[in-house]
């Protein structure tokens, strides 16, 4: 994979997602190479491309800090197209210097990520008067992880991730989203069991949107795996009330564990 650097004009733009002012993306491009990502479409980059190629923003923390000191306050969406905490992060430390401008301004933090790279900033989201982790999670298989999220942390280490985040007083909850379609009305009792284990208490649910070039894309993941393979066409493309059923079921579990179910679908 290609790391370019490069320089951004502006680091904040206007969200339109539920609870969120702003959206902030220090990188363009994702090594997690998810085979549903959605973010080709968003960012108009053929999907051929995707995968190969990210752009690290590497002043945005300048231009972030710049922009505080105009911008009315508002809750920023950290990041809401690309993983704040891919591989590279590590090494570069963009998302780490924005939250650092962000708790100096007194902006509202939330996370969306796939990465156990998070509890890293433990120290700063703590101090924050609003902040919230919010971790996806599409399955608890980690077979079907491996194949449709490569790059992306294990499920054991996201889920370890939010305890720790929880337990240190940070707020957090789940993107459970895309829910997988091999998933059953059988496995759900145990999927909610276990993210509340992990003190999540609030569940975001959202379906698999088939952008144009993405289920071409997953299949070309899948193919390896003949069972995912003939799962996903089979409730994916025959039975068209799967995603309904798995929907109410969801709700039905959360409400029966006090947990609050937004419903994305």
């Not at 491309?49 to 800090?65: H, R």
Request: hydrophobic share 35%; net charge positive.
């Amino acid at each position: 994979m290609e790391i370019r650097s490069c320089v951004c004009k502006s680091a904040l733009s206007a969200s339109t997602l539920p609870g969120l002012t702003y959206s902030l993306n220090p990188y363009r491009g994702c090594q997690h190479r998810c085979a549903y990502c959605y973010a080709p479409s968003v960012l108009r980059i053929p999907r051929e491309q995707w995968g190969t190629t990210v752009e690290v923003k590497t002043n945005i923390s300048a231009v972030l800090a710049q922009e505080l000191r105009k911008k009315k306050p508002g809750v920023v969406g950290i990041s809401t197209v690309t993983d704040p905490y891919q591989p590279l992060e590590r090494t570069y430390g963009l998302t780490r210097s924005c939250l650092e401008q962000l708790l100096s301004s007194d902006f509202p933090a939330h996370i969306q990520t796939k990465s156990g790279l998070v509890t890293r900033d433990i120290d700063l989201l703590s101090q924050f008067k609003d902040a919230q982790v919010m971790m996806s999670i599409g399955t608890i298989d980690e077979n079907e992880r491996r194949l449709l999220e490569p790059g992306a942390s294990s499920i054991p280490e996201r889920l370890a991730a939010l305890k720790k985040l929880g337990d240190a007083g940070v707020k957090i909850s789940v993107f459970f989203g895309p829910v997988y379609p091999t998933l059953t009305t059988e496995d759900i009792p145990h999927i909610l069991d276990v993210f509340q284990a992990s003190g999540v208490s609030e569940l975001w649910i959202d379906t698999l949107n088939l952008k144009p070039g993405i289920w071409e894309n997953i299949q070309k993941t899948v193919i390896q795996d003949p069972r995912v393979h003939q799962l996903l066409v089979k409730n994916i493309l025959e039975k068209k009330d799967h995603y309904r059923i798995l929907r109410d079921t969801i709700i039905k579990g959360g409400t029966e564990r006090c947990m609050r179910v937004i419903d994305a679908f």
